[in-house]
């Protein structure tokens, strides 16, 4: 399968779907990073706090896939914010994965109450200077955010990743980032299966129409509006269906019933909440 590639704003491109470890057991994830590799994904987003680089790394490692065709994603934890703290973290985790650089390294929370995140991004600046990340981003940042780093620093990052599925799009964040050329990456995607997503209507009806799952109806809308998404899944037959979501399309009414699911519905931590 020939997954598109969005192009970011500093002249790299990622695979726009990708798969997502987190609460991926540490003991499972050889097995099912490899499961994954197998089906054809060759983005992968981890993180430090998920404590699975090392399978991560190891099964990367064991697929003999070129590193050329891999982007790997992973993130500075909120307790290694700061400028040498930064530094160390980012050495640790290309450490646990093995590798000699990732394709893309975020700042996993704001967490602004620790004022932090401006010379945390001026470290990853350095980082991304010396290759060893490809390209920079955060996560989890909110428009007032989002305009601090701009103002008080150089690079623009390259993606936001916020929680976003149809019950919370955050079209705020979304226009923002629009205008700024910064790529929105989706989390929990499929809401993380905290509301009844697969049985609404506009969903459930979709899939009927097409002959395929309520998951790939929600994976192919993210497509659609242009996010970057990257599922989990842990059983081998969710990992192929979510990979497999390119032989079909949803037309214009079915995306905007699904679009006019917004409700402000966050399932996740508020990032002004997260310390
Ligand atoms: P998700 O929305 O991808 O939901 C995963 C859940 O959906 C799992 O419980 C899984 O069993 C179920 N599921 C997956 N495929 C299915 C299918 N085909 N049919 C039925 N059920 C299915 O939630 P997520 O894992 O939280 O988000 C995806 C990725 O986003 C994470 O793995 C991680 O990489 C990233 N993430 C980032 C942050 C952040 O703060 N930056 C926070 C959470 C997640």
């Not at 623009?156 to 955050?170: F, G, K, M, R, S």
């Not at 790939?216 to 081998?236: E, N, T």
């Not at 390119?246 to 699911?261: P, W």
Request: aromatic share 8%.
């Amino acid at each position: 399968t020939n997954v598109p590639r969005i192009q970011l704003n500093d002249g790299n491109t990622i695979p726009q779907l990708g798969f997502g470890v987190f609460r991926v057991d540490p003991a499972e994830t050889d097995r099912i990073v490899a499961d994954a590799l197998d089906v054809g994904y060759r983005h992968l987003d981890t993180a430090r706090i998920y404590a699975n680089e090392q399978g991560v790394g190891r099964a990367i490692a064991a697929s003999g896939i070129p590193r050329e065709e891999l982007f790997v994603t992973t993130k500075l934890w909120n307790d290694d914010q700061g400028t040498q703290s930064a530094f160390d973290a980012f050495d640790a985790s290309l450490d646990r994965l093995g590798l000699d650089y990732v394709d893309l390294y975020l700042i996993h929370w704001p967490v602004a109450e620790r004022g932090l995140y401006v010379p945390s991004w001026k470290a990853l600046e350095q980082i991304r200077e010396s290759g060893r990340a490809r390209s920079i981003g955060v996560s989890n940042f909110l428009v007032h955010h989002l305009e601090t780093l701009l103002a008080e620093t150089d690079v623009v990052p390259a993606v936001d990743q916020i929680e976003l599925h149809p019950y919370l799009q955050q079209p705020a964040v979304a226009d923002f980032a629009a205008r700024h050329g910064i790529a929105i990456e989706a989390w929990g995607p499929l809401g993380q299966g905290k509301y009844p997503l697969f049985e609404l209507p506009e969903v459930a009806g979709s899939a009927a129409a097409h002959g395929v799952s309520p998951a790939q109806v929600v994976i192919r809308w993210h497509l659609q509006r242009g996010h970057i998404v990257f599922p989990k899944a842990s059983s081998r037959a969710h990992i192929e269906q979510n990979f497999d979501v390119f032989g079909f399309e949803l037309s214009d009414a079915e995306m905007d019933a699904i679009t006019a699911l917004e409700r402000d519905g966050r399932v996740g931590s508020h990032p002004d909440e997260v310390n």
